[in-house]
C-alpha cells in the first residue's frame, strides 16, 4: 500500500462520507456521481432519496480505487441508508471498509434525542440533527453535522463564495459556491439556481484534490 496516498485519502473520506427544505418526491431523486483524485477517475459515489409515507429514505453507495503502477494502493467501500423526517436525521445505518479498516454507525430517534452508536460509544444528541447531506441545501444553514463514518458530531462553519460557471455533463451551468470548514479537510459545494446539488471538492494534503462530478 502506497502510504502517501492512503493517509490524506483517508483523512478527506471521514469527513466527506460520513451525505431549504426538499419538496415530497413522487419519484426517487438520484445524483450519480463519477469520483476523481486530481485527474484519476477512482470511482463513484451514488445517492437515491425517495419517499417512504410521511419520511424520506436517503441510500448510498460509494466504491473508491486508487491504483499505482497498476496495484491497487488504497480501496474504499461505504454503504448508507438514511430516515429523514423533514430536515431532521430519524435513523441512520452506515458500514464503511476503509482500506481493510471496518466501521459502523447506528442513529435512532428516541423522543426528543438522537442516540448515535459507534465506535465512538454511545452519545445523544438533542434537537434536529443533520448529517453531511449535501443533498439537501438546509445543511448549508447549520453549525454541526453529523458524520456518518466515524459519528462525531462536528462543529462547521459554512460560507457563501459567490457564483460561477462549472461544467456539469458536459455543458457550462452558473452554480452557487459555497465552503466547509471545521473538518480536516476543506469541502467546496455547488448547487444550482434551485438548489440541486451539483459538484463537490475537497482539498487533501499535499494540495490533491478528491472531485464528485455529475454523470
Not at 428516541?110 to 448515535?116: A, F, K, N, P, T
Request: proline share 2%; glycine share 8%; aromatic share 8%.
Amino acid at each position: 500500500m502506497n502510504k502517501r496516498l492512503d493517509y490524506p485519502i483517508r483523512l478527506a473520506l471521514g469527513t466527506l462520507l460520513m451525505l431549504g427544505s426538499v419538496a415530497a418526491l413522487a419519484n426517487p431523486k438520484r445524483w450519480e456521481f463519477q469520483v476523481f483524485l486530481d485527474d484519476a477517475a477512482i470511482g463513484h459515489h451514488h445517492f437515491v432519496l425517495s419517499d417512504k409515507g410521511t419520511e424520506r429514505e436517503l441510500t448510498t453507495d460509494a466504491r473508491f480505487e486508487v491504483k499505482v503502477l497498476f496495484i491497487n494502493a488504497y480501496r474504499y467501500v461505504h454503504d448508507a441508508s438514511e430516515r429523514w423526517r423533514g430536515n431532521c436525521l430519524a435513523g441512520l445505518t452506515a458500514r464503511t471498509d476503509d482500506n481493510g479498516k471496518q466501521s459502523a454507525v447506528q442513529v435512532d430517534q428516541q423522543g426528543e434525542r438522537v442516540s448515535v452508536v459507534s465506535s465512538r460509544g454511545r452519545e445523544a444528541l438533542d434537537g434536529c440533527v443533520m448529517s453531511f447531506a449535501y443533498w439537501n441545501p438546509e445543511i448549508l444553514r447549520q453549525t454541526r453535522l453529523l458524520n456518518s463514518q466515524t459519528g462525531q458530531y462536528e462543529a462547521v462553519t459554512i460560507a457563501a463564495m459567490g457564483e460561477e460557471k462549472i461544467t456539469v455533463r458536459g455543458a457550462p451551468v452558473q452554480a452557487k459556491r459555497y465552503r466547509i470548514t471545521g473538518p480536516k479537510n476543506l469541502i467546496d459545494l455547488w448547487y444550482s439556481a434551485d438548489n440541486n446539488w451539483l459538484a463537490l471538492q475537497s482539498t487533501l494534503e499535499g494540495g490533491r484534490r478528491l472531485r464528485y462530478l455529475l454523470r
